[in-house]
Each structure stands twice: as structure tokens, then as C-alpha cells.
């Protein structure tokens, strides 16, 4: 009898639809352990370099030094892509309208706006499909866990006579569905919803990044046209 009660006979003696939804909730906790992993790694990347970056900037380097070296970087991330995106299209557009700093600032903003968005679709990528898990996975498990109790009470009316060592067998099988439902929803919305706050503050470190440096072009803009005022 223990062995028949055991977690693994069980499982090997579920019917077909109960095995099938915990084969499903299997597949979706590895899943979403991987995209954990994967989501973890790339935040603690993109929080390490936004630290680093921001130290290198305001340690007084030269702005075209920093863009060189952010160009050589292999893999850039994060709010090094908003700076050289900015500070590219700063330089195309002091190019071609010197004398317009509202239309250069304008269209600098809009370039680190787009990168912006660009990064903040990277960091979010695949945690809706954690969100999925993490409100799907109790209802797969409780649809195993409701079709085991019915086959089990199936099979207990052709009985003639029940008894509780009858009939745990079949519920007990039907119950693992339910936990495996847990197991796979709980860290996928507990990891959701830390992951969701880490990309909130990593965006508004891009963003408040992106209107520092902003201010910066703007007042060299300014200086840029003063200088050509005097020059004349």
C-alpha cells in the first residue's frame, strides 16, 4: 500500500487527462524557471552597467571619448544606447540646422525616447508569459485535479461496497495536480512582480538619465550659437 501511495505511482497510475495537465504544468514551471533565470541575469547586467555608466559620465569625461567607447563596446545595453543614440542624432542635426537648437534638442529627445522604449522592450520580453503561468497554472491543475475526482467516483460507483482505502488512491492522484498547479503558478507571479518593479526603476534611471543629458546638449546648443554670434 505505501508504495501504491507513493508521489511517482501515483502519478504513473493517473489517468491520461490528469497525467496530460500535469505533463503541461511540468513544462510551464521549466519554462518559467528558465525565463526567471534568463529575466534575472539580464536585470542584474542592465542595473550593473546603468551604475557604471553614470559614474563614468559625470566623472567629467569628454563626451566623444565616452561615445567611442561606447561604440567599441560588443554588447551594449541599457542607457548606454540611450547616450549614443542621443549624441548621434545631437551631432547629425547640429550638422544640419546649427542655428536651431529647439529643432536639434527636439529631435535628440525623440531619438533617446525611442531608445528608450527600444531597451524597455527588451527587459520586459517574456514576462507576460510568467503573468500566463502565474494565473493559469491553479486552474490547469484544478481542471486535473476535478476530472481525477470524477474518474475516481466513477470507478467507486461500480463498487460494491466502498471504503476509504478505495477511494484515496484516486483523490490523493487528483490532489497532486492541484499542487503541481501551485508549484508552477507561485514563483512565476512572486518573480512577475519583483521583475516588474526592477524594470520600473530601471526605465526611470534611463529616463532620468535621458532628461540629465538633455539639459547638457541643450546648453551646449546654446553655446554652440553664441559662439557663431560672436564669431560673425
Same mark, same amino acid.
Given at each position: 500500500m ?8 501515483l502519478?504513473?497510475?493517473? @489517468? ?19 525565463? /526567471?533565470?534568463?529575466?534575472w541575469?539580464l ?5 550593473a ?8 559620465f ?39 540646422s ?17 531608445? /528608450? @522604449? ?47 482505502? @478505495?477511494v484515496a ?5 487528483a ?42 546638449l541643450?546648453?551646449q ?12
Amino acid at each position: 500500500m505505501e508504495q501504491s501511495m507513493s508521489v511517482f505511482s501515483l502519478i504513473a497510475n493517473a @489517468s491520461i487527462v490528469v497525467q496530460l495537465v500535469m505533463l503541461i504544468l511540468v513544462l510551464a514551471s521549466v519554462a518559467s524557471w528558465v525565463i /526567471i533565470v534568463q529575466r534575472w541575469r539580464l536585470f542584474n547586467a542592465t542595473r550593473a552597467q546603468l551604475n557604471a555608466f553614470e559614474e563614468r559620465f559625470w566623472s567629467g569625461i569628454d563626451l566623444s571619448q565616452l561615445y567611442k567607447e561606447c561604440q567599441h563596446n560588443p554588447a551594449p545595453i541599457g542607457v548606454e544606447n540611450v547616450f549614443t543614440s542621443g549624441l548621434k542624432e545631437f551631432g547629425k542635426l547640429s550638422k544640419q540646422s546649427p542655428d536651431e537648437p529647439d529643432t536639434i534638442m527636439e529631435g535628440t529627445q525623440r531619438a533617446m525616447r525611442i531608445s /528608450i @522604449s527600444r531597451e524597455t522592450e527588451i527587459l520586459e520580453n517574456h514576462l507576460s508569459f510568467l503573468a500566463t503561468i502565474g494565473s493559469t497554472s491553479p486552474y490547469i491543475g484544478l481542471l486535473g485535479t476535478v476530472w481525477g475526482i470524477m474518474h475516481s467516483f466513477q470507478g467507486l460507483a461500480m463498487m460494491k461496497q466502498a471504503t476509504i482505502a @478505495s477511494v484515496a488512491p484516486g483523490i490523493s492522484e487528483a490532489l497532486i495536480a492541484t499542487a503541481m498547479g501551485l508549484l508552477a503558478a507561485i514563483p512565476a507571479v512572486i518573480f512577475y512582480n519583483r521583475f516588474t518593479n526592477r524594470l520600473e526603476q530601471l526605465v526611470t534611471g534611463m529616463q532620468t538619465f535621458g532628461e540629465e543629458f538633455s539639459s547638457i546638449l541643450y546648453r551646449q546648443t546654446h553655446r554652440m550659437k553664441q559662439q557663431k554670434k560672436g564669431n560673425e
